[in-house]
């Protein structure tokens, strides 16, 4: 079992899987009988939005707050108000999906003072092998450069959630584990698990795995 604390920004390139990831954690949360709060910080993609999945979230109580005009098609949402109170220091477990690259990343930078001020943290650098941009770490590396400098943060831990959505095979996953692990050593930082969907899951002998659910399904 992956240990969260309690405040979890999750962040990384367009298209690697953060707010899937961020769903399966608030959710995991949840049902580990935690008191949880979601913040959707994706003002970029119309697509990808945690917001969307606001019923879902609060049938299993975990508390939403999303950009206004979130689950519409609108480019240019602006973020509530009540968005400052999640980076006070509660008893609350908060995850944050944050919007992809140091575009989405400039939103998360007018919280930096309270989020560096935070005593129990973790900022998640998601890659993920198989996207565009992203297939070497090298690449990887540069992009959270750029992320850290829009944000005024600096990542605590690599995640490798490395697949092809429905397609992604034990193979795929097992061959991105080097990738992640070579990533995390460009960056100086530990890489905190490996995720991996329940069909594969128990055929996957890894340190630190963490199952995730397919919840966000492609647009198109």
Do not use: W
Not at 89 to 96: G, K, L, R
Request: proline letters at 5%; aromatic letters at 8%.
């Amino acid at each position: 079992m992956i240990n969260f604390k309690h405040l979890t920004i999750v962040l990384g390139h367009y298209g690697c899987g953060k707010t899937n990831l961020s769903l399966n954690i608030a959710l995991d949360l949840a049902s580990r009988g935690k008191s949880v709060t979601i913040a959707d910080l994706d003002v970029v993609n119309p697509y990808f939005r945690t917001g969307d999945y606001k019923e879902l979230l609060q049938e299993k109580g975990i508390k939403v707050v999303a950009p206004v005009f979130v689950s519409t098609n609108l480019d240019n949402p602006s973020l509530p108000a009540s968005m400052d109170t999640i980076f006070e220091n509660s008893d609350d477990y908060v995850v944050v999906d944050v919007g992809g690259d140091d575009v989405g990343a400039y939103a998360l930078g007018r919280y930096s003072k309270k989020i560096n001020a935070h005593p129990d943290k973790d900022i998640f650098y998601v890659v993920n092998k198989f996207r565009s941009l992203t297939s070497t770490p090298s690449e990887c590396a540069e992009i959270l450069y750029e992320i850290e400098s829009a944000a005024r943060v600096k990542a605590t831990a690599v995640v490798n959630n490395s697949h092809l959505q429905h397609l992604t095979t034990t193979e795929d996953i097992l061959s991105s584990v080097d990738f992640a692990k070579e990533t995390a050593k460009i960056l100086n930082l530990p890489l905190a698990f490996t995720t991996a969907k329940p069909e594969v899951f128990s055929e996957l002998n890894l340190d630190s795995l963490y199952r995730v659910k397919q919840i966000v399904k492609p647009p198109f």
